[in-house]
């Protein structure tokens, strides 16, 4: 009897008393080998793609049926079950059959990338204009959020650096040529030709209607 399936057990009487719920789960793939009872759950769960886990053999996936009570499909139980996972091309087919929804989480297009860049320097008081902030959404292509994360506070380190050269009341603010600069450091964390298996995967597997 683990203590990821104690863990679990406990989350879905809570999931159940405070229902209707969401149960997020995402979970390393060392988890998932470890106690591989984490991935029984009822056909109609959703998994996104983004986390990281990798089931083990289907076998051991059946063998509590005291797990499966627990989230068992009825119209008794009004909670969602989402799994998220970054390789989802490692889930066999008896996970699978598990989710009725597979959902890909892409990469932020340039209208998102805008928005998370606002959000991340609103805490700088925003020292872009909306002309470099959208030059440099143009420039993140295929950048995800974190790696945008990343990338800002590279920046906001800029000003910093020349602080030895000024005085403290004369440290400027942070322009789009420090984003340039890190630009040069922060790359993408994810390759073209990652992005691509995800995009197959989804047109084999994946939920086209959402």
């Given amino acids: 009897y ?15 008393e405070l229902q209707p719920s969401v149960v997020f789960m995402g979970m390393s793939m060392r988890t998932l080998v470890a106690e591989p009872d984490l991935m029984m759950l009822t056909p109609s769960c959703v998994s996104v793609s983004k986390g990281g886990m990798k089931p083990a053999d289907d076998s051991k996936l059946s063998s509590n049926s005291s797990l499966t009570g627990l989230v068992a499909d ?5 909670f969602l079950i989402m799994v998220a996972t970054n390789r989802p091309w490692e889930l066999d087919d008896a996970v699978l059959r598990r989710f009725s929804k597979r959902v890909y989480v892409s990469i932020p297009n340039a209208e998102t990338r805008l928005e998370l860049l606002r959000q991340l320097l609103g805490k ?87």
Avoid: C
């Fill in 2 to 16: 683990g203590e990821g399936e104690k863990l679990v057990k406990d989350m879905f009487a809570v999931a159940k």
């Fill in 74 to 78: 009825s119209s008794e139980n009004r």
């Fill in 124 to 210: 700088h008081n925003n020292p872009l204009s909306d002309r470099d902030l959208e030059k440099l959404a143009e420039l993140t292509e295929g950048y995800f959020g974190s790696d945008l994360n990343s990338l800002a506070k590279d920046a906001a380190l800029g000003p910093i650096r020349k602080v030895k050269e000024v005085s403290l009341g004369s440290v400027r603010l942070i322009s789009l040529k420090d984003f340039q600069v890190s630009l040069q450091k922060i790359r993408r964390s994810v390759e073209a030709k990652t992005l691509n298996k995800y995009i197959e995967w989804n047109k084999t597997f994946g939920d086209m209607s959402m």
